[in-house]
């Protein structure tokens, strides 16, 4: 069976991570969150021997947005975002000014995420879960395949951490329902590929996460 092909590279001064999902029999990629570093990005997909079809975002913090534009015009594919986080993604460069970035162009969006929605690789599909809370449009993505699921779980979700909440439209009782209603409603060895950091599983943090078993309280 050909492979999958699951390349994840930190990328920018806040070190995003951005996941390559690429498919070896259709040569097709979804690319996850090219939040700097395009060039890069951009060179290791060719490499792969890859065509983007499509940039998802798991959330418009200019962390995990700001290398769109730019990615997008070095390899094509159709962007998409959450409803949710349009405020933010009008708002790149109070981003960029805050968090003391350089400021960067949105990137043209082709579609809206929305709960439920499916992408096509090689005929396995990633799923979209609107996950709210670390920002109101936050999403997870999920990808089934050979039974086991790979997440990717952007700010809402780290390795013994969740995202924070104090930032525009941040919602703390949000993120735990999130967390609680729907990652923790996955599979106990699906592995997440978190926004910052090292990797982790569903049930590792369904067991060991703070936030997740009530020991600290937002
Ligand atoms: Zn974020
Ligand atoms: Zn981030």
Redesign the pocket.
């Known amino acids: 069976m050909p492979a999958m092909i699951l390349k994840t590279i930190p990328v920018g001064p806040l070190q995003c991570n951005c996941s390559i999902l690429g498919d070896e029999a259709s040569g097709t990629a979804i690319v996850v969150d090219p939040g700097d570093d395009a060039p890069r990005i951009a060179a290791l997909v060719e490499e792969l021997g890859l065509r983007v079809t499509h940039i998802v975002h798991?959330?418009a913090?200019i962390?995990?947005i700001g290398g769109s534009a730019e990615f997008k015009r070095l390899c094509g594919g159709e962007a998409s975002l959450h409803e949710g986080d349009q405020w933010l993604y009008e708002h790149l460069d109070m981003q960029a000014q805050m968090i003391g970035l350089r400021a960067t162009e949105a990137v043209a969006l082709d579609a809206r995420l929305e709960e439920g929605d499916r992408f096509d690789l090689g005929g396995d599909k990633l799923e979209v879960l609107h996950t709210p809370g670390?920002?109101p449009g936050?999403c997870t993505f999920v990808l089934e395949r050979e039974g086991r699921q790979i997440v990717f779980a952007?700010?809402t979700l780290f390795q013994g951490s969740i995202?924070?909440t104090d930032?525009w439209g941040g919602d703390s009782a949000q993120i735990l329902k999130s967390l609680r209603g729907k990652l923790m409603e996955l599979d106990d060895d699906a592995e997440v590929i978190t926004?910052h950091g090292p990797s982790t599983t569903i049930g590792v943090e369904r067991r060991t996460n703070p936030f997740i078993t009530g020991e600290l309280r937002l």
């Open positions: 798991t959330h913090h962390d995990h670390h920002t936050s952007g700010d995202g924070r930032l926004g």
